[in-house]
Nanobody, 128 residues
Framework: QVQLMESGGGSVQAGGSLRLSCTAS????????MAWLRQAPGKEREVVAVIDRGGSKSYAPSLKGRFIISQDNAEKMLYLQMTSLESEDTAMYYCAARAGRCAGSLYLRLLVDQYNNWGQGTQVTVSS
């Protein structure tokens, strides 16, 4: 089982930027597919961005290119660079892993139940 721990959340003004980090430890050979998800108050959890071991990336279309997911396989780190933050981005952000390769289609990659291993989350609050 992989242990995931997020960091980097905080409070920021609208239009600002944040970089989230996730440390993976334990049996990291099972981290072929990693993702960032978020859950805003009163809303369902949603997938924000996905990256596979080869570096192929997928994003929720609603982000309009404002977020970038990246990873450092050697350091077992996952990142989410967030720019032009909006109040609607306020949420708890989770690092997650899928047991196995990423799904082949964008539709499937963006399904929450594709990811079965979660961190504790880091809070992002954007004020307008």
């Amino acid at each position: 089982q992989v242990q995931l721990m997020e960091s980097g959340g905080g409070s920021v003004q609208a239009g600002g930027s944040l970089r989230l980090s996730c440390t993976a430890s334990g049996y990291t050979n099972s981290t072929d597919c990693m993702a960032w998800l978020r859950q805003a108050p009163g809303k369902e959890r949603e997938v924000v961005a996905v990256i596979d071991r080869g570096g192929s990336k997928s994003y929720a279309p609603s982000l309009k290119g404002r977020f970038i997911i990246s990873q450092d396989n050697a350091e077992k780190m996952l990142y989410l660079q967030m720019t032009s933050l909006e109040s609607e981005d306020t949420a708890m952000y989770y690092c997650a892993a899928r047991a196995g390769r990423c799904a082949g289609s964008l539709y499937l990659r963006l399904l929450v139940d594709q990811y079965n291993n979660w961190g504790q989350g880091t809070q992002v609050t954007v004020s307008s």
